[in-house]
């Protein structure tokens, strides 16, 4: 189980190991599910891209097919998000603190919210733990499920194809970056993960 885990942590584990299918699981959980929040949404899509140019037979798919099926499970992620907050309710904020939930992951999306408003299904997708949170945020105070299903789309589209393009056309233009795959996962964590710190620092400040 510890090994399972270890290899949901490592994007390129993912894509040898479990292919295409857990690829996909992987997105979709990420965003669809609050236990997800661990999982190496960023780096994982990058390294998509990079290996589909560079190792095309370890997923074996198209890149315009592989976005789309990206695209099509961050949607249904969050679709899965909204529902479980709808259906869950203010009652999320009273659980306790478990290994797989945190309640500070989700008052730190509520003050990401209170600041962008719908725009946090969007701007929150580059960003991990928002990502995970925010559908179901947006579940729990009931937003309008046409108004979610627009920022839903464009979110997901703005993620999965500026990420993924990237990450295709770095590997196409300069084959062997694949070598630094360690260092470029490393990079993305720590970038994606100032604004989220920054955020939750400010939240210490205030309730202090």
């Known amino acids: 189980m510890l090994d399972f885990f270890k290899q949901l942590t490592d994007p390129q584990s ?10 996909l699981f992987v997105v979709f ?6 236990i997800g929040f661990f999982l190496p949404g960023d780096s994982l899509i990058f390294i998509s891209g990079l290996l589909c140019a560079t190792k095309p037979h370890l ?22 998000g909204y529902w479980f907050g709808k259906k869950t309710g203010e009652t999320l904020f009273s659980r306790e603190n ?60 703005a993620w999965i194809g500026s990420i993924a393009s990237v990450g ?8 062997t970056i694949e070598n630094y795959i360690g260092y470029i996962v490393v990079g ?14 400010k939240r210490r400040k205030i309730t202090q």
């Open 14 to 23: 993912i894509i040898q190991y479990g292919g295409l299918w857990l690829l």
């Open 29 to 34: 959980a990420e965003t669809g599910l609050f």
């Open 59 to 80: 997923l074996n798919t198209p890149f315009l097919v592989l976005i789309t099926l990206l695209i099509i499970a961050a949607v249904i992620g969050n679709i899965f």
């Open 98 to 157: 478990s290994f797989l939930f945190r309640k500070k992951h989700l008052l730190t999306t509520k003050d990401f919210y209170n600041k962008h408003g719908g725009k946090t299904l969007i701007l929150g997708r580059f960003l991990p733990i928002i990502r995970t949170f925010a559908p179901i945020l947006a579940g729990i105070i009931n937003i309008n499920i046409k108004l979610f299903m627009v920022y839903n789309f464009i979110g997901a589209v």
């Open 168 to 175: 295709y056309f770095l590997g196409k233009k300069f084959p």
């Open 188 to 201: 993305l964590i720590i970038i994606t993960a100032i604004p989220v710190s920054i955020a939750y620092i």
